[in-house]
């Protein structure tokens, strides 16, 4: 059972839309509202313009593992059952410059160690799940073929 993970704190404003979607079952990614460049991670001004207009929207889930690391001991406390694990750096289809940090798993509720890391491929094809812990939805990610 997962317990004594590190939560991300639900009431960012900047960060507010992405977790809503994520509980819904949706990947959002934070645009400028004003010259529409999209950026992760969010942040309130755009860091080509600097308006503060913001727009999200919604991108397919599918991407590539464009890095990964497997974690080693000594861990934190509550991921230290799960090692060996991965973590891994998805860069998304429909922009490759926008990335995200997640783990790849066989299905949305597998354990964080439910993939022989070693097996893992830069560039393999994998598509977004959603994954409950306590009150936050976290994206993780699974092989696409």
Known sequence: METGFLLP??????????????ARGELLVQHCGSCGVARIPPRPMCPHCRSTQVAWEPVSGRGTV???VIPHPPLLPAY?????????VVALEENPGLRLVGNLVES???????????????GEPVRVVFHQIDDVTFPRWVRAG
């Open 9 to 22: 704190v639900l009431d960012d404003p900047d960060t507010i839309p992405f977790w809503e979607g994520a």
């Open 80 to 88: 230290s059952e799960f090692a060996p694990y991965n973590v891994i």
């Open 108 to 122: 949305a509720d597998a354990d964080l160690n439910s993939i022989d890391p070693h097996s893992i491929v830069i």
């Open 66 to 68: 464009w890095s990964y």
